[in-house]
């Protein structure tokens, strides 16, 4: 029996709403008695990109360190930005939402540029002090590619149910490009 290598990566976020949208109530800050194991990544490189029929400001994930943090400990994840992970190769790919202070959701994309799984990714818990890593990431949520995939697009929380993405849809991105930058 072959066993394919399942990667999980850290894939986390915060969203703010469109203008229009109802108010939310602000993230509240994490707890003394929980612990945040990353800082909110700045200076990531940056690209405009159009897909389901909008235009995004996408922070790239282009390297193991980026791909490892993700959107974690951010506070928000403002309407109309999109995170994209580019991965060396392709495999299956298993997201999972530690250290997300809010709700995301992911689009996971085959070498091919399509759409291999669609998830409305819902924060946990942070991990308490009195736990261990081990146990805390135990319980964690797991959302996967359903099949190899390259790619993976983070999008503000409700992003999905707005646009409709279908499986097996291209998203028309020059993914070769971006091959070219990942590390």
Request: proline share 7%; hydrophobic share 40%.
């Amino acid at each position: 029996m072959v066993t394919i290598p399942r990667i999980i990566l850290l894939a986390c976020a915060a969203f703010t709403f469109a203008a229009g949208d109802p108010p939310v109530a602000p993230t509240p800050a994490p707890k003394p008695e929980t612990i945040l194991h990353c800082k909110a990544q700045t200076n990531l490189p940056r690209e405009k990109f159009k897909f389901f029929d909008q235009e995004w400001d996408c922070e790239l994930c282009l390297n193991d360190t980026s791909r490892r943090t993700g959107l974690g400990a951010r506070e928000e994840f403002p309407a109309g930005t999109a995170m994209i992970f580019v991965h060396p190769t392709s495999s299956l790919l298993s997201f999972w939402m530690k250290d997300c202070l809010v709700d995301m959701d992911m689009v996971f994309v085959d070498e091919t540029g399509k759409i291999s799984a669609t998830h409305e990714a819902k924060k946990q818990p942070l991990r308490l002090k009195s736990q261990s890593l081990a146990v805390y990431e135990s319980g964690l949520v797991r959302y996967g590619s359903n099949r190899r995939a390259k790619y993976v697009i983070e999008l503000p929380a409700g992003s999905i149910a707005k646009a409709k993405p279908a499986l097996g849809q291209k998203v028309d991105i020059d993914w070769a490009a971006l091959d070219k930058r990942a590390k």
